[in-house]
């Protein structure tokens, strides 16, 4: 594309825009985000977009309605400001588990985010690890959709880590689990899991063997970690060696930071997808950067190029 690249952020994860920024070696956008005394969004594009192939980052963590509606405001203003094309990047997609109903009069909650952000104006979206792949088909506007599994799995894997089991905690993972398993050359473990309110979880029953075995349990997200830790428990019982868990979105939602570094792990390597506060940090977590694979997929957008290729 001939036109100019800019990438603007709202407030939910800057350091990670900035890091993006810093790969397509261009300065982040400037636009200013306040509050009226009415609490109301203040927001104001500082810079000329006229014109330009605009890319805005914005993850949809805690508070995650206020994120939302910063991201649709800030799609809004550049659209009056005659950007030529806006991308809504949006590393953290929220509302995810609510792609279909699964009780009479709930709402389906992520097709209502995915319509809101094509009628704020969005052209396009790039996000990472839909929680359910099906909520592409949710939007009629191009959606790449990045996968964190090839970043995740060559960090385990320079870790030199011998005797591997992949574990998905749950029969939802199964297909995540299995691309993982080979990605790192492991055998699979899979766990059946029951949930039984929003924030407790019990795991049934496993298959597979992992005595005296490294588990890599694999997530796409941890929000209140109960799926983790009890999993994690389970593979303890069964006489696991070691337990690790790669997830590529850090919710981390109440305690669960500190309820991960209870000593049932040996290592989390998550992803900053989401920005995680050095209060949730902790010796026994790693945090990956994923501005390499979302740089490179901006710059692909902005070129005209594939991006698929980035998913290998
Ligand atoms: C479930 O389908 C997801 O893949 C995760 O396992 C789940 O969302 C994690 O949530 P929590 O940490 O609250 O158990």
Redesign the pocket.
């Known amino acids: 594309m001939s036109q100019a690249l800019q990438v603007f952020s709202g407030t939910s994860n800057r350091a990670l825009a900035q890091e993006i920024c810093d790969f397509l070696q261009i300065p982040l956008g400037a636009a200013s985000i306040d509050r009226f005394p009415n609490d109301e969004l203040r927001l104001r594009i500082e810079q000329n977009v006229r014109g330009s192939d605009v890319f805005v980052v914005q993850s949809m963590s805690e508070p995650v309605d206020q994120h939302i509606m910063q991201l649709l405001i800030m799609i809004d203003a550049l659209r009056r400001g005659s950007a030529d094309r806006i991308t809504a990047v949006v590393p953290y997609f929220a509302y995810a ?1 609510q792609e279909k109903k699964t009780a009479p009069r709930e709402p389906i909650s992520a097709k209502l985010v995915a319509n809101l952000l094509t009628v704020a104006g969005a052209d396009r979206v790039l996000t990472v690890d839909l ?1 359910a792949a099906a909520i592409e088909g949710f939007f009629d506007i191009p959606v790449d959709h990045l996968r964190g599994a090839a970043l995740l799995a060559d960090y385990v894997h320079s870790l030199g880590l011998q005797n591997l089991v992949v574990v998905s ?2 029969a ?2 199964v297909a ?1 689990a299995n691309d993982f398993r080979y990605r790192i050359g492991a055998s699979l473990a899979i766990i059946a ?1 029951q ?1 039984l309110r ?2 407790a ?1 019990e795991m049934i029953e496993m298959v597979g063997d992992v005595r005296g075995r490294t588990a890599v349990i694999v ?12 999993a994690a428990h389970l593979l303890r019982e069964r006489g696991a060696a070691a337990v690790y868990v790669v ?1 590529t979105h850090a ?1 981390l ?1 109440g305690n ?1 930071a500190e309820r991960m570094r209870s000593g049932v792990l040996d290592r989390a390597i998550l992803t900053n997808t989401i920005a995680v506060p050095p209060s949730k940090r902790g010796e026994s977590l790693t945090v990956l950067s994923v501005a390499p694979l979302l740089g490179e997929a901006i710059r692909r957008i902005h070129e005209n190029m594939s991006v698929s290729a980035l998913f290998t």
């Not at 997530?219 to 009890?230: A, N, Q, R, V």
């Open positions: 588990k929680h905690p749950d939802g993972g995540r899991k949930r929003p924030d979880v997530d796409d997200m941890i929000s209140t970690g109960g799926t983790l830790l009890e997830a919710i939602a669960a």
